[in-house]
């Protein structure tokens, strides 16, 4: 026993290494590939499709660095999405996600992609696993609408409770929890999770306006109307804003892609002043 475990151990050892070989082989890329991405970029810019598709994979074969490569196969399946061929757009979005598991956009476009094809369950395992790892709202919501549907109302709970528990400075994400106590009637639950996330950003006016509105529900009709009294003198809507950290440009809703410097993956949530 003593002697396979030893085997054993040495095999993963190798493993390891030779992970690390393969990783740092690939890590540092061919600059040829960016410039090639520039030009496939500048391209689709300029509404010349078919020309960007085939620099795009011209960087492909570049050997691009794997991080590169994930916004490349992005590139790709969102070309040929707009084609019309479906399974490779799916082969392109599958190939961006294993590329960087924490690309939050091809995690987004391989389920929509999935659900598109008919396999729901595929893609409610690809946004579950990304989700595991980057609680983005954008795989939250897809997530939260699939569980709605199907009338499962403890996962929706679960979904946030888990989110909040793996980010728990995500005031996104926990006001999200706060959201789905409300619209599932659990008045007690919402505001005291609404009243949580208030002691840490008493000027979120969303915070304010559902606190309003389980205020009402509950009947208090005083404490209701003060909340929204909050809520309409701070006036930001009930949107999260989102910032892209290459630029700084701001927006109202998480996107793919930042409209200014339409760079890939940089929208975050505002975090309160």
């Given at each position: 026993m003593t002697s396979l475990l030893r085997i054993l151990s040495s095999l993963f050892a190798l493993l390891r290494s030779l992970r690390s070989m393969l990783s740092w082989r690939t890590s540092a890329g061919d600059p040829r590939a960016?410039?090639?991405?520039d030009r496939a970029a500048a391209a689709r810019a300029a509404g010349r499709a078919d020309e960007a598709r085939s620099l795009f994979?011209?960087?492909?074969?570049?050997?691009p660095a794997d991080g590169q490569a994930a916004l490349i196969h992005y590139e790709l399946g969102r070309l040929e999405t707009e084609r019309g061929r479906s399974a490779a757009a799916l082969a392109h979005f599958k190939s961006a996600w294993h590329a960087d598991r924490g690309f939050v956009p091809a995690a987004v476009a391989l389920g929509d992609a999935q659900e598109d094809a008919g396999d729901l369950r595929g893609a409610v395992r690809t946004w579950e696993r990304a989700a595991e790892a980057e609680p983005a709202l954008a795989l939250l919501g897809r997530l939260e609408r699939v569980y709605r549907n199907g009338d499962r109302p403890r996962r929706m709970i679960a979904l946030y409770r888990s989110a909040c528990e793996r980010?728990?400075?995500n005031l996104a994400v926990a006001v999200g929890l706060g959201r789905v106590y409300f619209e599932l009637e659990m008045l007690d639950e919402a505001a005291e999770q609404f009243e949580k996330i208030e002691v840490r950003a008493p000027d979120m006016p969303i915070v304010h306006a559902f606190l309003g509105a389980t205020f009402e529900r509950r009947g208090e009709t005083r404490e209701a109307f003060e909340e929204y009294r909050r809520a309409l003198r701070l006036a930001r809507g009930f949107d999260w804003p989102?910032?892209?950290v290459a630029c700084g440009a701001s927006g109202m809703a998480?996107?793919?892609r930042c409209p200014r410097c339409l760079r890939l993956n940089t929208l975050r949530p505002v975090p309160p002043a």
């Open positions: 960016g410039e090639l991405c994979e011209g960087a492909l074969r570049a050997h980010a728990p400075d989102h910032a892209c998480w996107e793919d």
